[in-house]
């Protein structure tokens, strides 16, 4: 009975800045045609030199006048109130990737309880934020729930920093780690290691002909950006096939706008005013999909096999410099080209709080364990840098896992065979290369 009560309460605040936002807009629009009215009968009456007449209409456009400012101080005062709700659901996400266990178990028993608004995806994460922002707030009022680093405040923690360790290899010899630690690149979690082209594909794939609240989501996005009155379920799945096949450019972006947005103050807010949706999921983790839809979505007729090295740079740019829902959000962007970069140039642009990013032929990449993950011969491939090692690899983000390039490969022949669409076989082949961007915001 308690759960029911306080998905209700959540329900009521859930929904509440889009009353205030239609009432606002509504009563905006009445105060400006009424303005004009006035004003135009004003001129009107002045033309016959009626004195008192005129008088009394000027006080009519004034008390309007006065109308539509208080209009617009009680809508600053609205949006302050839920800036305020939304930085305390930033520290509850904050605190669900600090506890992740304990805080799973509790967002899956009051998720599950909140039945009343099934099919609606969107609408639903909004309500779990405030649930979980109100139990959130009232337990640090009471002072029983504390960060697990003592001293350090939530926005110190969610910042991404660079951690050196040293460990011995599969050889038994000494290795030294430099590496990105962030909720966009997470060493204890690598099922989300950054962005996965694919992923939105598996989703859609795995629907089997019902088209699922987040595949509705994914369809909205794509809609509204490509201008499309219908999109079926067949017809999703081929784009964000195609998403998958050409999309390792858009990922390295996606990687570098998270970035962005998690190291600055009020990020979540300025995230959700720029494109529309909320910066993490309702457990805490990146909402990559919804992204990588977007930005793909966007901007994928820069070039439909892909991006060049190039093309990454401009499209980053791009991104960062379009107006968001709030007709701001605009947020300048440089980026540098480099034929090549060492390992230590590498690890002082990251600890710099700079973006690098690969753009790469024929590449091998290798799991972090040493077996293969999949040679790129005959292919360019788009990688997020997070790391060095001493023994001369790089760590990446690729398809969404960890992963690492062995930069003895630099400049060698590759080679694979593959099966062509006719069952056939054919020999894709090339020499490693790769050309680096470092990003800076």
């Not at 009051?110 to 099919?119: A, K, M, P, Q, R």
């Not at 892909?306 to 980026?335: F, P, Q, R, W, Y």
């Not at 060492?342 to 972090?368: D, F, P």
């Not at 983000?397 to 694979?416: C, I, L, M």
């Amino acid at each position: 009975m308690a759960t029911i009560t306080i998905n209700k309460t959540g329900f009521a605040l859930g929904t509440i800045e889009g009353c205030f936002d239609t009432i606002f807009l509504s009563s905006l629009n009445s105060s400006s045609e009424l303005s004009k009215s006035l004003i135009s009968l004003k001129n009107q009456i002045d033309l016959f030199e009626d004195t008192k007449l005129s008088e009394t209409v000027q006080t009519l456009i004034s008390v309007n006048s006065q109308r539509t400012e208080s209009l617009w101080l009680a809508n600053k005062k609205i949006i302050e109130f839920m800036q305020d709700v939304r930085t305390i659901d930033e520290k509850v996400a904050d605190m669900v990737r600090q506890l992740r266990k304990e805080f799973n178990l509790q967002i899956e028993y009051t998720y599950s309880n909140s039945t009343f608004l099934n099919g609606n995806e969107y609408l639903n994460d909004n309500i779990y934020a405030v649930i979980e922002a109100a139990k959130t707030a009232a337990a640090f009022a009471s002072g029983h729930l504390k960060h697990s680093g003592a001293g350090i405040s939530f926005d110190d923690a969610r910042k991404e920093k660079m951690i050196h360790r040293t460990e011995n290899n599969s050889d038994n010899k000494q290795v030294t780690y430099d590496y990105i630690e962030s909720s966009v690149y997470s060493h204890d979690n690598e099922s989300m290691y950054g962005s996965d082209q694919g992923s939105a594909a598996a989703i859609a794939k795995t629907s089997e002909g019902e088209i699922t609240p987040e595949e509705n989501r994914f369809i909205d996005i794509i809609k509204k950006n490509k201008k499309l009155k219908n999109m079926s379920d067949n017809e999703l799945y081929e784009y964000l096939s195609g998403m998958n096949h050409e999309g390792c450019g858009y990922a390295s972006t996606v990687n570098t706008v998270f970035e962005y947005y998690i190291n600055i103050d009020n990020g979540s807010e300025l995230f959700r005013r720029k494109f529309g949706f909320s910066l993490r999921k309702r457990n805490g983790d990146l909402n990559y999909d919804l992204l990588m839809v977007y930005i793909y979505s966007k901007y994928d007729n820069v070039k439909k096999s892909g991006l060049s090295h190039k093309d990454e740079d401009n499209l980053i740019k791009k991104v960062m410099a379009e107006k968001g829902i709030d007709g701001k959000s605009k947020v300048k962007v440089k980026t540098k080209e480099y034929g090549t970069l060492t390992n230590n140039e590498i690890k002082n642009y990251l600890a710099e709080g700079k973006q690098v990013i690969i753009s790469s032929q024929n590449v091998v990449l290798y799991n972090m364990d040493g077996t293969l993950l999949q040679n790129c011969a005959g292919a360019g491939h788009s990688l997020s840098v997070t790391g060095v090692t001493s023994d001369g690899r790089i760590i990446v983000s690729t398809w969404g896992k960890k992963a690492y390039v062995d930069r003895s490969d630099e400049g060698n022949f590759q080679s694979k065979t593959v099966l062509d669409e006719n069952g056939n076989s054919q020999v894709k082949q090339g020499i490693m290369s790769m050309d680096f961007s470092v990003v800076e915001f």
